[in-house]
Structure formats: structure tokens, C-alpha cells
């Protein structure tokens, strides 16, 4: 009866139910239920709401300053403003454009197996590899508002639009990938060209150098990349002068041969963070994915398996070399990743689905699900417990503040009365997270908070701490009166 239930579905739509049934809940559940982390996630928060309330899309600002720190160009932070207009200034407005990026990355793992490979479990596997890599379903990863998640949509998207294109040398797939291309660098900068050497090598090792130069696609594609990127760097150069040698410092030189603010490491750093937990459920299983790809009768699944890892293995190369590292510089890798070791679990269960299904105790063969269920169990739910609960010191340090302020904004204008005047942070504490809430709450009270110097608080002030040295200072130094309490966060009023 259940077979015969699922035979009245067509197959496209039970496929598309079945890939919606693994990777919405990693990617949309609790979206907007941690406060903004500190760095690039909250910094471009302001930016997008400083862009929809002032319509100024050539220029992201930073206190209504032009932002030469983050030099990156404003794609993400475009959309990011979108989702404000349309949903209010919130965590999750200004995640939802990186958790959408997700989904489509996933989506377009599992169309290509079901267009290009006939197989829809092979689509689903991948996809489940992918929302099961804890380095993939992470803070500053796919669920925060930062730029690597739609960095990885449009890697993963030109590089198999090009993959394709020289498979089935259509020009259209040559266009889209310099489309793509365009995108990732207006997404990330010079990061968005970082897969381009794998590609090249590639076309060598395939012999096609000659076929893609001939093309003239290739010339239209190329001369969009360069219209759009030349276009708006010297555009924005022209109205925000220093600009240019601003990304030359951040991006270019500073960034890959300098190491930049203390945030180094050796050349086993991406390695041993994928192995260790980023990747752990799933690294043996990438040599196993190339030895199953050579034997494949499928050839061009199996060249899409190298080809897969001739991208992972260059761009790991690049950020390795790099001086800077950053514990989110490899997400563009996991896509990459997911494809190989799917196809792996995937011969298995298609080798478990060719036996004959009348041995079985059901008519159905359920072994390959069963399989499936068994692989993904654990890892799917590690990853639902990430996403559900918050990770462990999340509600200490500056966070508790952010959540505080959080909770005020969201409270009626009654609840709120015991922070209504001045209100102030140490400078101390205070960071680019604490400045996104301090934003809404100019929004929804008019207030202005500021951050402080400690030692020069004055009469009338209410001043916010979740620090045991700050409380005793001024229990010492300042007449008080505690006027408002939560969690280990303490508002006083100075007298």
C-alpha cells in the first residue's frame, strides 16, 4: 500500500519533498535565535541597515562612514538591506540571504544529480553530506550573515557551469560561468577568483585550452566579468578616493602575505581543523571517493568526482599558502567535498539496490534506504543539536549584553522603563555586535547609547555590564542604584 501511496507522486515532486526533508531544518531552523556575533557579521548588519535607510547602494558605511575595513563589494549587503525593507531590521533578516544561498547551493548539488546523472538519491546523499559537515552548518558559515555562504553558491555554480560547458560544449554553460563569476566577486573580492586556477588547469589537462579559446562566448563572458568588476571598483574609487589602494591592502597583498590581525597558522591549519571536526564524519571517505570514481562506469560522473577534487585541492592550496587563515576560509571547499564522498556512499547503495528484491521480506528493497538511515543518523543529528541550541559561552563575555539589549528592543515600551534615558557600555565591551543593537534601539525609542570610558561616568547615566571588575569599580568609585537585572547582566543608574 505505502509503494503504491508513493507511485501516485511523480517522481520530481517526492524527490524535491524528500531534499526540502533534509536540509531546511540545518539551514532555516533558530535562524534568528543567537544575537550577532562580533566582526563581519554584525559590521555588515549595520551596513545593511545604514544602506535601506539611505538608498546608498555604491558604498556600504560603517556609522554612516564609508567602510574602508571591509572593502569587499556590496552584493550580499544588497540583499541583506532587501530583507530589512521587506522584514524589519532583525538577525534574521540579515541571515536569511546566507541561509537562502545555502539551500540553492544544495539544490543545485542535487539538480545536477538529478539532470545531468538520472539519480535522485545520489542528488540527496550529497545534499546530506553537505548539511551534516559541522564546518559547513556553522556560526559564520552558512547561518550568520556573512559573506562566505553566497561566496559558495556562485563558486560552486561557475565551476560546474564550466565543468558543463566543456562536457557538453554548450557556450550557454560558458556564460553562466562567467555570470557566476561575476557574482562570487562582487560577493567576496579577489576571493571570488580563488577556484580559477583548478578551472585552468583543468581545461589543460582536458585538452581544451584551444576549443575554450576559440569560442566567442568566451570573449562575451569575459568582457561582462569585466564590465561589472572594473565598473564598480572604479566607480566606487571615484566617489570614495582611496578605495583601490584600500583593497590592495586588505585583499590582495595584506591579507595573503602578511598575516593580519594575529590570525595565523600553519600550512596543516585547514587540514587539521576539516579532519578533526569540520569534516570528520565524512574525510575518510574522500580517498574512498576517488578510488570508487576510477573504477565507475559512468565516465563523466566519474570526471566530475576529479574534477571535483582538482577544485578542492587548488583552493585548499591557495588559502593554505595564505598568511592570514581563518577558521571560514575553506566553506567553498565543502560542496566540492560532499560530491565526492557522496558519490562513494552512493555506490554503495546502488550496488545494495541491484539485489533482487524479491529475497527481501518486502516487496521493496529497502536496503539501500536503510543504508542511507544508518549512514546519516548520528551526523544529522550532531547537526540538529548545533543548530537548536546555542554552542557552550554564547550567554557570556559581550553576548549577554547583545542579548539583553535584545530583549528590551522586543519588549513593549512599559517593560523596557527601566533603560529608558541615557544609556552607555564600556568602550571595553563594546564592539561592532553591541552597535548593531544600539542601532535598534535608536530605532524603536530614540535613545543614542554610547560607549564610555569607565572612569568618566556622570550623574543620570545608565550604564550596562555583564563584567565582575566593572561592577566592583563602580560600587567603589560611583553612588549607584541597580535599577534593572538579567542574567549576569546588571543595568546601574549613576547618582
Same mark, same amino acid.
Given at each position: 500500500?505505502?509503494?503504491?501511496?508513493?507511485?501516485?507522486?511523480?517522481?520530481?515532486?517526492?524527490?524535491?519533498?524528500?531534499?526540502?526533508?533534509?536540509?531546511?531544518?540545518?539551514?532555516?531552523?533558530?535562524?534568528?535565535?543567537?544575537?550577532?556575533?562580533?566582526?563581519?557579521?554584525?559590521?555588515?548588519?549595520?551596513?545593511?541597515?545604514?544602506?535601506?535607510?539611505?538608498?546608498?547602494?555604491?558604498?556600504?558605511?560603517?556609522?554612516?562612514?564609508?567602510?574602508?575595513?571591509?572593502?569587499?563589494p556590496?552584493?550580499?549587503?544588497?540583499?541583506?538591506?532587501?530583507?530589512?525593507?521587506?522584514?524589519?531590521?532583525?538577525?534574521?533578516?540579515v541571515?536569511?540571504?546566507s541561509?537562502?544561498?545555502?539551500?540553492?547551493?544544495?539544490?543545485?548539488?542535487?539538480?545536477?544529480s538529478?539532470?545531468?546523472?538520472?539519480?535522485?538519491l545520489l542528488?540527496?546523499?550529497?545534499?546530506?553530506?553537505?548539511?551534516?559537515?559541522?564546518?559547513?552548518v556553522?556560526?559564520?558559515?552558512?547561518?550568520?550573515?556573512?559573506?562566505?555562504s553566497?561566496?559558495?553558491?556562485?563558486?560552486t555554480?561557475?565551476?560546474?557551469?564550466f565543468?558543463?560547458f566543456l562536457e557538453?560544449?554548450?557556450?550557454?554553460?560558458?556564460?553562466?560561468?562567467?555570470?557566476?563569476?561575476?557574482?562570487?566577486?562582487?560577493?567576496?573580492?579577489?576571493?571570488?577568483?580563488m577556484?580559477?586556477?583548478?578551472?585552468?588547469?583543468?581545461?589543460?589537462?582536458?585538452?581544451?585550452?584551444?576549443?575554450?579559446?576559440?569560442?566567442?562566448?568566451?570573449?562575451?563572458?569575459?568582457?561582462?566579468?569585466?564590465l561589472?568588476?572594473?565598473?564598480?571598483?572604479?566607480?566606487?574609487?571615484?566617489?570614495?578616493?582611496?578605495?583601490?589602494?584600500?583593497?590592495?591592502?586588505?585583499e590582495?597583498g595584506?591579507?595573503?602575505?602578511?598575516?593580519?590581525?594575529?590570525?595565523?597558522?600553519?600550512?596543516?591549519?585547514?587540514?587539521?581543523?576539516?579532519?578533526?571536526?569540520?569534516?570528520s564524519?565524512?574525510?575518510?571517505?574522500?580517498?574512498?571517493?576517488?578510488?570508487?570514481?576510477?573504477f565507475?562506469?559512468?565516465?563523466?560522473?566519474?570526471?566530475?568526482?576529479?574534477?571535483?577534487?582538482?577544485?578542492?585541492?587548488?583552493y585548499?592550496?591557495?588559502?593554505?599558502?595564505?598568511?592570514?587563515?581563518?577558521?571560514?576560509?575553506?566553506?567553498?571547499l565543502?560542496p566540492?567535498?560532499?560530491?565526492i564522498?557522496?558519490v562513494?556512499?552512493? =555506490?554503495?547503495?546502488?550496488?545494495?539496490?541491484?539485489?533482487?528484491?524479491?529475497?527481501?521480506?518486502?516487496?521493496?528493497?529497502?536496503?539501500?534506504?536503510?543504508?542511507?538511515?544508518?549512514?546519516?543518523?548520528?551526523?544529522?543529528?550532531e547537526?540538529?543539536?548545533?543548530?537548536?541550541?546555542?554552542?557552550?559561552?554564547?550567554?557570556?563575555?559581550?553576548? =549577554?549584553?547583545?542579548?539583553y539589549?535584545?530583549?528590551?528592543i522586543?519588549?513593549?515600551s512599559?517593560?523596557?522603563?527601566?533603560?529608558?534615558?541615557?544609556?552607555?557600555?564600556?568602550?571595553?565591551?563594546?564592539?561592532?555586535?553591541?552597535?548593531?543593537?544600539?542601532?535598534?534601539?535608536?530605532?524603536?525609542?530614540?535613545?543614542?547609547?554610547?560607549?564610555?570610558?569607565?572612569?568618566?561616568?556622570?550623574?543620570?547615566?545608565?550604564?550596562?555590564?555583564?563584567?565582575?571588575?566593572?561592577?566592583k569599580?563602580?560600587?567603589?568609585?560611583?553612588?549607584?542604584?541597580?535599577?534593572?537585572?538579567?542574567?549576569?547582566?546588571?543595568?546601574?543608574?549613576?547618582?
Amino acid at each position: 500500500m505505502l509503494k503504491d501511496l508513493f507511485e501516485k507522486i511523480p517522481k520530481p515532486l517526492l524527490g524535491f519533498l524528500a531534499f526540502c526533508a533534509i536540509v531546511i531544518v540545518p539551514i532555516f531552523a533558530y535562524l534568528g535565535k543567537l544575537p550577532l556575533q562580533l566582526w563581519d557579521e554584525s559590521r555588515l548588519a549595520v551596513s545593511a541597515y545604514e544602506m535601506a535607510k539611505t538608498g546608498n547602494l555604491l558604498i556600504p558605511t560603517w556609522n554612516n562612514v564609508p567602510d574602508m575595513w571591509s572593502t569587499k563589494p556590496p552584493f550580499l549587503i544588497w540583499q541583506q538591506a532587501l530583507m530589512i525593507k521587506m522584514l524589519g531590521p532583525s538577525e534574521l533578516a540579515v541571515r536569511l540571504p546566507s541561509a537562502i544561498a545555502a539551500f540553492l547551493t544544495c539544490f543545485v548539488l542535487y539538480r545536477i544529480s538529478v539532470k545531468k546523472f538520472n539519480s535522485y538519491l545520489l542528488g540527496l546523499i550529497i545534499a546530506a553530506v553537505l548539511v551534516t559537515s559541522h564546518g559547513y552548518v556553522s556560526l559564520h558559515g552558512i547561518r550568520t550573515a556573512d559573506y562566505d555562504s553566497m561566496l559558495t553558491l556562485f563558486t560552486t555554480l561557475y565551476c560546474f557551469s564550466f565543468f558543463f560547458f566543456l562536457e557538453e560544449e554548450k557556450p550557454k554553460h560558458l556564460m553562466f560561468s562567467f555570470v557566476f563569476m561575476t557574482l562570487a566577486v562582487l560577493t567576496k573580492g579577489v576571493a571570488g577568483m580563488m577556484a580559477t586556477p583548478a578551472l585552468v588547469l583543468y581545461t589543460l589537462l582536458r585538452n581544451k585550452v584551444l576549443f575554450t579559446l576559440k569560442k566567442k562566448h568566451f570573449y562575451f563572458g569575459l568582457g561582462i566579468f569585466l564590465l561589472f568588476i572594473g565598473g564598480y571598483y572604479l566607480l566606487r574609487e571615484h566617489y570614495n578616493p582611496g578605495y583601490l589602494a584600500a583593497v590592495q591592502e586588505n585583499e590582495l597583498g595584506g591579507r595573503f602575505m602578511n598575516t593580519l590581525e594575529q590570525h595565523s597558522g600553519d600550512a596543516w591549519y585547514y587540514y587539521d581543523r576539516l579532519s578533526g571536526f569540520k569534516f570528520s564524519y565524512w574525510m575518510v571517505l574522500i580517498p574512498c571517493g576517488l578510488v570508487t570514481a576510477y573504477f565507475l562506469e559512468d565516465k563523466r560522473l566519474k570526471r566530475i568526482v576529479f574534477f571535483s577534487a582538482l577544485v578542492a585541492l587548488g583552493y585548499f592550496t591557495i588559502i593554505s599558502t595564505a598568511k592570514t587563515k581563518l577558521n571560514w576560509y575553506d566553506l567553498p571547499l565543502y560542496p566540492f567535498l560532499a560530491v565526492i564522498a557522496g558519490v562513494f556512499l552512493f =555506490s554503495i547503495a546502488a550496488t545494495l539496490r541491484k539485489l533482487p528484491a524479491e529475497k527481501m521480506i518486502t516487496a521493496v528493497n529497502v536496503l539501500p534506504f536503510a543504508f542511507v538511515l544508518l549512514v546519516f543518523y548520528k551526523p544529522y543529528n550532531e547537526t540538529y543539536v548545533t543548530v537548536a541550541y546555542p554552542p557552550k559561552g554564547i550567554e557570556k563575555d559581550g553576548y =549577554s549584553i547583545n542579548l539583553y539589549l535584545k530583549k528590551i528592543i522586543n519588549q513593549n515600551s512599559q517593560e523596557a522603563a527601566p533603560t529608558d534615558g541615557q544609556l552607555a557600555v564600556s568602550t571595553n565591551v563594546f564592539g561592532s555586535n553591541i552597535f548593531w543593537y544600539f542601532k535598534l534601539l535608536n530605532r524603536k525609542t530614540g535613545q543614542k547609547p554610547e560607549s564610555v570610558d569607565i572612569r568618566t561616568l556622570k550623574p543620570g547615566l545608565k550604564f550596562i555590564t555583564n563584567v565582575e571588575s566593572e561592577k566592583k569599580f563602580i560600587a567603589a568609585n560611583y553612588p549607584n542604584k541597580i535599577v534593572d537585572q538579567w542574567g549576569d547582566v546588571s543595568v546601574y543608574q549613576i547618582q
